[in-house]
C-alpha cells in the first residue's frame, strides 16, 4: 500500500486474477470480482475503500459493482477485525443442539460481543447454516471446523490459539 488513496494490488495477485479472468469469455470482467475480493482480503484481513477502487481499476468495471459484491457476501470484511475469526453456527441443527449458550460462553469468556472484535478474536455474526450438521453445535475458527462442541472443547481451541506465537 503506498498511501491512504491508492492500493496497488501486489502483482502476485494481478497475476492470479488475470488467470481466472481465462476462465470467462472474452471481455467479461464482472465474473472476476469475488475471486479478486477474496485475494485482497487474504492479504489485508479486510476490505478497505481503496481496495474496492483499485479493484474497480484492475477490472475495468464501475467502482460500484465491486462495492455491491464486497458489502453483499457476508464473507467479506468491511471492517477492522481481529486476527482470528470465529464463526458460531447458530442455525437449526445447531440452535436444537445448544449454539446459544456455546454463543453465550464464547461472548463471555473472550469479552466480546458478537459481530465485534478485539485485537485477537473477531466474533462473526454467522446466520446461514456452515454445512456440518452432524457436527452440531459447531463452529469455525479461521475456517477450520470444530464440531460436538462443549465449553471444555472451546476453552482448549481458545488456549492453543493464546499458545500460538
Ligand atoms: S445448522 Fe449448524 S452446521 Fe448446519
Not at 85 to 99: D, E, F, R, W, Y
Request: some cysteine; aromatic content about 10%.
Amino acid at each position: 500500500m503506498n498511501d491512504n488513496n491508492f492500493y496497488n494490488i501486489p502483482s502476485e495477485i494481478c497475476v492470479k486474477i488475470n488467470k481466472w479472468l481465462l476462465k470467462f469469455p472474452h471481455g467479461e470482467k464482472k465474473p472476476a470480482i469475488i475471486f479478486a475480493l477474496h485475494q485482497i482480503q487474504k492479504e489485508n484481513k479486510y476490505i478497505k475503500t481503496i481496495h474496492i477502487d483499485s479493484v474497480a481499476r484492475l477490472l475495468d468495471v464501475k467502482k460500484i459493482d465491486v462495492y455491491e459484491v464486497a458489502a453483499f457476501y457476508s464473507m467479506f470484511e468491511l471492517e477492522k477485525i481481529g486476527k482470528h475469526t470465529i464463526s458460531v453456527c447458530t442455525n437449526v441443527s445447531c440452535m436444537l443442539n445448544g449454539s446459544d449458550e456455546i454463543l453465550s460462553y464464547l461472548e463471555k469468556k473472550l469479552n466480546i460481543k458478537v459481530g465485534k472484535s478485539s485485537d485477537k478474536f473477531f466474533l462473526k455474526d454467522e446466520r446461514e447454516c456452515l454445512a456440518a450438521c452432524a457436527g452440531a453445535p459447531m463452529m469455525q475458527v479461521n475456517h477450520k471446523y470444530y464440531e460436538n462442541l462443549t465449553k471444555d472443547k472451546i476453552d482448549k481451541i481458545i488456549r492453543d490459539i493464546e499458545d500460538e506465537k
